[in-house]
């Protein structure tokens, strides 16, 4: 049992390992692309005084990330806000399903790169602009997911509904959100983890403080290790943004 334990506990270890040798080797291959020495050393500044402001841009990776989860956590909030319900409507009446199915299965797959500049337009400033984007294209996963666990719910349970005479409150309140929880959060993850992934398109085309914004600025200014600090943050953010969300699916479903 315990080397088990000890194998999970270095397995990961031996994959970020591995990582870092054919970073390395790239590096060799490619003189631009800093290798992984080379990165920290240029980058630590960064990382070693993560909440340090001395401009716009150059600041602490700490905050960097902060205003991009600040952006993220009001976007996805007001996405979820908006999702939730309509998923529920879409799951209770087929009539609206087949009016707005169309409708939906065209808007899903358009890019945040294509909500911003509408963004723009209608706001005329970039931060509501990019919560916009946000919500718009973060919003998906967590109707589909809801319409679905409305209409999974067992049959059983509307015909106890019926039987109790249960007002359309008490059914909403004691049925469907109890039954929906999980898939509900299924979609608030998934949700969550599109947010991260425009925060940083957002951030780049409008150049506003954030790992996104570092990152475009760096590109620019042809800082190659900066890149590979934001592409890094970018992607351990992400994860441990998916395993708290994760944890809480996990919570649920055993509950």
């Known amino acids: 049992m315990i080397a088990k334990r000890l194998l999970h506990a270095t397995l ?11 970073w390395w080797a790239a590096s060799v ?6 290798s992984p020495a080379r990165t920290w050393e240029e980058s630590k500044i960064y990382v070693l005084e993560p909440l340090a402001k001395r401009g716009e841009m150059d600041q602490g990776i700490g905050l960097l990330a902060y205003y991009s989860l600040v ?10 806000a908006i999702g939730t319900p309509l998923g529920f409507l879409l799951g209770v009446s087929s009539l609206l399903t087949r009016m707005f199915d169309p409708l939906i299965q065209v808007l899903r797959p358009i890019s945040p790169l294509a909500w911003l500049p509408l963004g723009l337009i209608l706001f005329q400033k970039s931060e509501p602009a990019a919560l916009f984007a946000i919500a718009v ?21 509307w015909n106890v509904a019926k039987v109790l005479r249960l007002s359309r409150f008490t059914t909403f309140t004691k049925i469907i959100i109890p039954a929906t929880l999980p898939y509900m959060f299924t979609g608030y993850r ?9 925060i940083v398109a957002s951030e780049m085309l409008t150049g506003t403080p954030g790992v996104g914004g570092f990152l475009w600025q760096e590109y620019n200014s042809l800082v190659y290790a900066h ?17 708290l969300m994760g944890m809480v699916e996990t919570r649920l479903r055993t509950a």
Not at 71 to 80: A, P
């Open 190 to 198: 998934l949700s969550l983890g599109i947010a991260w992934l425009v």
């Open 71 to 80: 952006r993220v956590g009001q976007g996805f909030l007001l996405g979820i």
């Open 29 to 34: 291959k490619v003189p631009d692309l800093p």
């Open 137 to 157: 294209c973060s919003m998906w996963p967590t109707v589909l997911n809801t319409m679905s666990g409305v209409r999974a719910i067992p049959q059983d349970y």
């Open 12 to 22: 990961p270890l031996f994959g970020v390992g591995l990582a870092l040798l054919c």
């Open 227 to 243: 890149i590979l600090l934001a592409i890094v943050t970018i992607g351990l953010i992400g994860f441990v943004l998916d395993r």
